[in-house]
């Protein structure tokens, strides 16, 4: 196609349909859309009702704001991470809109429908205190247009609660498993499950857990297939990376 | 249809056409089976043609060998991953129809033909010392039935030759990037497709690469959405959960 | 008992006592007892007097303040760690009789007189600043119906202060030894009692520590044997595994 | 019994039956015996059938065959750790029935006969890998007297293995859990028993492992209490401990 | 020059004219000054309107207030790094002319003309996170008579950004790569130009970037010939070294 | 002597002077006397002059306050590390006598005087931000009655201030060097002294220096011979070890 | 340029000189070209004399063998570091005008004559067991045109060895300064001369160097401005930005 | 006297008993000698009898023998360090005087009578694996002229063995504390004592040890006061600094 143009092109010329500056102009822009970096660029927002992604942590809520703004413009769905409650306030004053999920820190602003897959996504936590980055985790798949299941406070310490829950994780299409502390429940639901699974260490935990490392050289380490990782608290990147598995 | 199982043995013994005692039996086997460890144990082989895995590393020569001809007498197709060559001259002399890969360590039995997938899995390298590692990934997918395409040497110092493969790396289902040293490649790569893309950092390096450290927190850094992280040279666990996803 | 369960069960249907629907539905329910996992949940309650426990820290006061409701409702005594003041004046409002260690963190709610072991545990700490840690030790033994001996500030940079403590230790059935600095509390104890020391690292230090590494690292390795360690600032679970040992 | 020692030699010096020298030289060397160091010292053998033990590494194979020999003629039981071929061959020479086993790398030379505990340890492995150290804590806790149930690989990649051997694990006094990888296997194992549970993490892994500091760091973090850690691979020293507590 | 020195001094005392006990005292001091110490402490103000520099962080509102004021009375150009807002206002107060760069936390107080250089240095951003470090780089280099090219937010996320700036890039004398996340921008970039990297890691990220950690191992890796690293949020130290080399 | 104790008590027994029941009591102390523990507890104040130190942080106002109260109407000299402000006012009210050394958080309360050595200290410190913990030093050494010279701000950016310096501090009797960032200035002093250097590393820095790991393991690291290391920021430990060296 | 040659192309296609199939094929390799990732590619070759680098680590002799010959026949200059004896044979037998310096482990085949520059770098050591690293730096310098001057053993242990030096080192155009153990000698290097410094951590040490852990952060966290750092043992790094900087 | 050297060169060339050119080229060297580097640099032979050091670790058998021959030709006493036996049978082929400490693999060739110190160090162990570095500790102390107690084998898991020799370690001037494992020995000797101790950490351990960081971290973290540390396993290092002590 692609190559198609440019010999169109070259016959205009050789045609004397198009002047040899206008041909230049042209062509001196061919490399990036030949490339595709536009593609990359925009791609979400040629598919209908994408979102775009504002990382709000250490961001002023003046930026944030902005950000919004020239994004509501385009007539994009908005979806902010880590954002404060005072970036909320400021953000509704100007798009009353928007709404916000206080144990997520997620900001989003949706002004086209969501389509929603059929095959569903399974976001599952340890513990209680893991729940706000799977929430994170959750909304991003959930704004990205997929279902999701969430069966919270399954972790190994009371493996009977994971049990009880089993059917719906196997009938899940790739599931997301969040856990601090010693992060054991990648490992168990990995093996339990013949499925994706996405491992999201969380900074639950003290003293030798040092900060999620704990759940995340236990998760790299799992014993189970079929398991990847993302970085300590990276509720987004799971949910952004199961999204595009759900979608396949 | 368990349930089903169980309502009929209930009728069965009320009906007086089973014992209490013989149904007693049944049901006390019952609660594996209901929670289905057994299709997790058996589901390989189940669907024709999957193989049974062996990780080398750590087990005996004649250890090697006797879980081979177990398998082989099950008939299912075999996969054993760092293999040195010692295990694998053992094992020929019993099964002269074992295959070799020296740079993969990887020794593969095949009994049964294996379906290959439409789609299809990149696997890219960042150096030529990765090779190994993605090879083991590569064979890995091949032999669960997945159709690879290897793109090797394509690291960020000479960026130009990633990008003259771009057009397979973006045609594939899901993108698997090998990298040692600082690991730049996931993160490039991840900016460039909308795949999901399963980064293996190698212990490829020295000084402060700490054994594949610094690969390992670059991509679990990765700027890049759609990136998850597996183990320090685990190209058989991206190579198994790149067959998961491909076969979605 | 639980397969006599099943077979009375079976009779009953044989016999029409039980309609098979009924059957059915109890008998869906039995995987879980069977396997045990309501032991694991109710165990504590069927012994008279076990506390139930709240783990409070990232909790909200709320969250607390509830789940004490809930634990006090079915009558159970109730032991909340790491809570902090506010919390306890939140749940002593609609629960006046509550109790608080303030210098353990520990909130204390009995409704049921608690039974005390003959034997008993000893408590001893390097520092007057790890009896905080010591204290959250001790007095979750003391919940759960443990006689508990404190002996504090027996640190090994006065060495005599711990012999003359030395028959008290001796004549304990379990050692829960806390300390931070460089930890050497455990290993010294360890070599003078014939009896399991539980090793607790603490956070306290500075500079080199790496908050509690240091004392961590230095108990992993202690040159006595009969030592095991807990997580660093863990007192509930050193207290809680030396309840389990003194109560064998 | 110490103080009428010492009131019976007051006695006799204020009788004249013992002369002061005599008395001086007797109460010059009571503060160790005072203190009890004698006792730590020679306790061991002061119980029938009870073992000394060497730490073979870093010896010569001359030193652990003088060693043994000094043991050898006081009557003991002999237990050595950490063993090379070389060394039993050495020690062999002389002491013909000393016994090996290779797989733990463990000497015992038993002269006189152990008393065996009804109460049993349960000694419980995730992989295969691991079943080296593990056979060193059983083997030790064997040797100090107790009854051992090996319950090897049922690590938490396949965890119905695991529960098929439920009851066992239940009925056992103390539990040792031994897993390499991300050593999951303790906690899930924690949440299922009622028991203490002794978890040795193994240095079997690779990668972001980091010579077993992944399972350590797991097993500190456990979400299950009643569970505490000895250094990496240190199979001895979970046996030593868990024959304390059994024999409690 | 320094030899001419002491043999005119030598002359002097041989023909007279310099009495040896004044001679004495002259060469007492000569060491350093032939040492050139002199020359390191002061050659900055040699060289016309060279700044000098205050490292702000760590010090009082009064330190750096003194400080600046005897620097000011020597006619310097100041620059001070790692200032606070409050820090400035205090200076402002007697020296109304100092000028602050709140993002890089920079005062400057210019009181000669500075000499700018023909060729330039390239500070490049991966985030718009990178950019107060980048600024301290970029005013550091600036002050000290450098011409500057800003590139910001060309992370390898979106690497067409990069591109299209490459002809800028291409040109520069030396360039500054600052990132933080994983880092790898300074891999692709040096890559690309042939010219001297300055790699600038920053803590900016979150979970295993450990305080930037990430994106130091990750340069300190680079696969890219050309490239050398500072530390941390060292803006200053990459402004200076690029001085040094565009000034050469 | 103590032989000589016991000797003239068994006479005394033996004699009928003391009767039996009182040598026994007495003999029932003597362990800890022998062994000299309780010159270890009470040695400071045998010498006069000798101060009690105390270790605020971590321990609260009052506690601050009573422990002083106790040392002081033992008529001890006080020495009070990492004392707050308020510690101070709080000890102030009872004591109006004490003095407080706002850099080096020091509290000083001298009821005796001081005897002073001859030989001196050198406290050198690589920049000025490492004066608070050089102070703790010099202050700790002075309270214990050695002379000290404070040579401050002579790090090895600017190595020509420590040559200046270089006649006082070669005839010191021990050198403590002080020093944050990459810790050089250890090294560049043990080169250039004959005399014991105490290297005391500062958390002084930023980004890789991991709160002064870089200056701890480059003084551990020190290929300068006669050059030993106490924690990171322990001037404390520093001053009291160079005054024993010094008082030898 | 490149767009003259378009604009002359699309004149040839005009003018029916060029055919438009042969234009097309010709304008699908522009991207490149454009891009300039040729000039990267080939640009080493394009400049007279210039050397193709192979880093040997990891490669089998034969793969070393053909890479050399492949290069030999483009007529290239060849440095190949990290070379083993073995691999110095295998090239020799093909290619006997080969050199090998042993200590630095550096192949080089030098096919044209090198133009040296005038101006110099100084590579300096801070022991004798530097030296193979610093050879490494010296001898890429070299190949790639650049003089250098060798100043080895000049550790801050005996700093007067270093000033005997300062004239040469104040006289270089950059210095690259090599050491192990607690890499001093970069920071002191730094704050003598007024050029751009290369550290270059070595490996050589012991216990806490941690495989030159101690001082890469020691360089890293240097006090003097004006120095950048490579990787541990990176004498290539440091060789080749060093003649990146001379060649300005 | 240095002074003196100058000013009767200025009377010689006032009085013409010196030419100019001669002066000058005698004043050119002064800078380093009125520094006294010069000092440094022999000062070990300006005192009679004082060794000169080898560290042979790293150094070739050849470079071993050659630095032998030059130093013996001085006269000197020779101590080299960490030396193989391989290297002390080629030094003893040219020197045959010679001799050799296996365990401590140190290389002593004495050619002058040492003076041996009234006063002495205490070189203690925790354990037997310690021995060969205390070993190196002892041997260097002894070169240099101090009278050395060794007590090995004392560590805390027997801590009565400690007590049974504290007479001798209490009239010490310095102790050595060698330890591996938790290092706990230099807390426990740091507590009884009132010298100054220097503590050695050593590689002795496993797992979690992490080669002596365990022991290194435990004893920068010391709660005793009055110890400092050198590197893992550096017994030469605390020999050299204790004899410095011991000499005061």
Do not use: W
């Amino acid at each position: 196609m692609n190559a198609k143009t440019i010999e169109n092109l070259l016959l205009d010329v050789k045609e004397n349909k198009l002047p040899v500056e206008e041909a230049l102009s042209i062509l001196k822009q061919l490399p990036y859309q030949d490339l595709g970096f536009a593609k990359i660029d925009h791609h979400r927002e040629l598919r209908q009702g994408y979102p775009e992604v504002i990382y709000c942590s250490g961001k002023t809520v003046e930026q944030v704001v902005d950000i919004v703004g020239v994004m509501f413009h385009k007539g994009s769905n908005i979806l902010g991470t880590r954002a404060t409650e005072e970036m909320y306030l400021a953000v509704k004053e100007k798009f009353p809109m928007v709404e916000y999920n206080k144990m997520a820190k997620i900001i989003t602003l949706l002004q086209k429908k969501i389509q929603i897959s059929d095959s569903y996504i399974v976001v599952a936590t340890g513990g209680t205190s893991d729940i706000p980055i799977a929430e994170e985790a959750a909304m991003t798949a959930e704004v990205f247009g997929n279902k999701v299941e969430r069966i919270y406070d399954v972790g190994v310490a009371g493996i009977h609660r994971l049990f009880s829950k089993l059917d719906i994780i196997r009938e899940a299409k790739v599931v997301i498993a969040v856990a601090g502390m010693e992060g054991a429940l990648a490992s168990v639901v990995g093996g339990l499950v013949d499925k994706p699974v996405i491992a999201v260490p969380t900074s639950i935990g003290y003293g030798a857990n040092f900060g999620g490392l704990a759940a995340l050289l236990s998760m790299l380490n799992s014993c189970s297939s079929g398991t990847a990782v993302v970085n300590i608290d990276n509720g987004f990147g799971a949910g952004y990376m199961a999204s595009m598995i759900n979608k396949l």
